[in-house]
């Protein structure tokens, strides 16, 4: 495309990101984190958000070149700790009511070949030194959104043998098209987004499903529990303080949290996963009791496995998401090695972290008082995409009584 059309795109996806994404408010903090491969994206973003009346928008630059000589350099005690002014960074970002935006360009091979404990002991510590910041996204006390900007390294994995400059357009071109940018008024069509998430999930918050099995021709044989008062969510369907706004764009899933006790079977991976950096490919997981017994993996062994071990509940399941194979992400055709856009190109699970506003009253519960309703507690929260073309999915009711949810990969019956 064009250079002045690439700009006035360019700005029609900020102002997205602002509006719809955060819906910053007047008067509010932006706390904006971006790799330095997007900084001039970063900078027409703040200068949206001061033009919606931010009162002050803080930036943290990331750079995954340093990262890794971190990882290549450091001993593993260093990453067993953050520093005191990181931490504080975070947490204070929170307790000023800021809004959380992570604008992500990251490098699907930038850590290939790292030591997995290093990465697992950088997750654990930031989880504990952060938890305030944490606990403020996991409980619906501060808006947050994760979205995308297209940088050299990703584009060039995305679309290999092209110029850094050629690759880089036809991302941005992907990364518009996925999110609506190209619709005649962007924030309209978000909103008609929202509307049909928030059909699909009244009509399966109605339904009280038990249990979830999901069946296919790639080996996935596998049975959820879902908590008695779990609730479903679309991707808009997120409040804070009766604020709506979209956690993810783009966005096309409808998720829930299940029963941490109660998953059984074998999951099949439909995609690659990309996790620090490192690619994880040809995997599968065998649960009992809700909790990982097996698993197996034809490239990332090990990382999978750092993963599953990040504590002691990050074996079990915090999430289950249901996207349509005709979703537009899928449509593209494009592989994205990118979690925040194949996950909503394919049915997923997650293991690690549930969700509280997944739980009815989870908001206003503890920890422990989730841990012991079935929501999972975790230092981690992973995606996984199962979702294929021939996917079965069937709610089963408490009485026993089965309804067919997804048929050849798409909405079956009256979710259609």
Request: with cysteine; charged share 25%.
């Amino acid at each position: 495309m064009s250079n002045p059309e690439l700009q006035t795109n360019l700005e029609k996806y900020a102002r997205l990101i602002i509006d719809a994404g955060c819906n910053l408010q007047p008067g509010q903090e932006l706390f904006l984190s971006s790799s330095v491969e997007t900084a001039d994206f970063a900078r027409l973003v703040t200068r949206i958000a001061y033009e919606r009346g931010a009162r002050h928008v803080t930036v943290k630059y990331t750079d995954e070149k340093i990262s890794r000589l971190h990882y290549d350099n450091c001993a593993l005690e260093v990453f067993e700790t953050m520093p005191e002014w990181a931490a504080l960074l975070n947490n204070s970002m929170v307790r000023e009511g800021a809004a959380i935006l992570s604008i992500i360009s990251d490098d699907p091979e930038a850590m290939t070949g790292i030591d997995p404990a290093k990465a697992v002991a950088n997750a654990r510590a930031a989880h504990a030194a952060c938890r305030e910041f944490y606990d403020a996204l996991d409980f619906g006390r501060n808006v947050w959104c994760i979205a995308g900007a297209a940088a050299p390294a990703w584009a060039c994995k995305v679309f290999p043998g092209m110029t850094d400059c050629e690759a880089v357009d036809k991302l941005w071109d992907a990364i518009f098209t996925t999110t609506r940018v190209y619709a005649e008024n962007p924030l309209a069509a978000w909103e008609e987004h929202r509307a049909s998430f928030a059909a699909r999930t009244r009509l399966l918050n109605d339904q009280r499903f038990d249990a979830l099995h999901y069946a296919n021709a790639a080996g996935t044989d596998f049975t959820v529990g879902l908590t008695k008062k779990h609730l479903w969510n679309g991707g808009g369907d997120i409040t804070v303080d009766k604020t709506p706004f979209f956690p993810n764009i783009p966005t096309e899933e409808i998720f829930t949290t299940p029963d941490r006790l109660r998953a059984d079977g074998t999951v099949v991976s439909a995609l690659p996963l990309i996790h620090n950096g490192t690619l994880i490919d040809g995997f599968s997981i065998t649960f009992e009791n809700g909790a990982v017994v097996d698993f197996s993996a034809e490239q990332g062994y090990e990382t999978l496995k750092s993963i599953i071990e990040t504590d002691e509940n990050a074996r079990r399941l915090g999430e289950v998401a249901l996207v349509p194979f005709a979703s537009p992400i899928r449509e593209t055709g494009i592989l994205f090695f990118n979690t925040l856009y194949d996950e909503n190109a394919s049915c997923h699970l997650a293991l690690g972290q549930g969700f509280p506003d997944c739980y009815e009253g989870g908001t206003e519960m503890d920890a422990e008082a989730l841990l012991e309703a079935g929501v999972n507690k975790s230092a981690t929260h992973v995606d996984f995409m199962i979702g294929t073309e021939d996917l079965q999915i069937e709610g089963i009711k408490a009485d026993g009584e089965v309804v067919s949810v997804f048929e050849k990969g798409n909405w079956a019956g009256i979710f259609a």
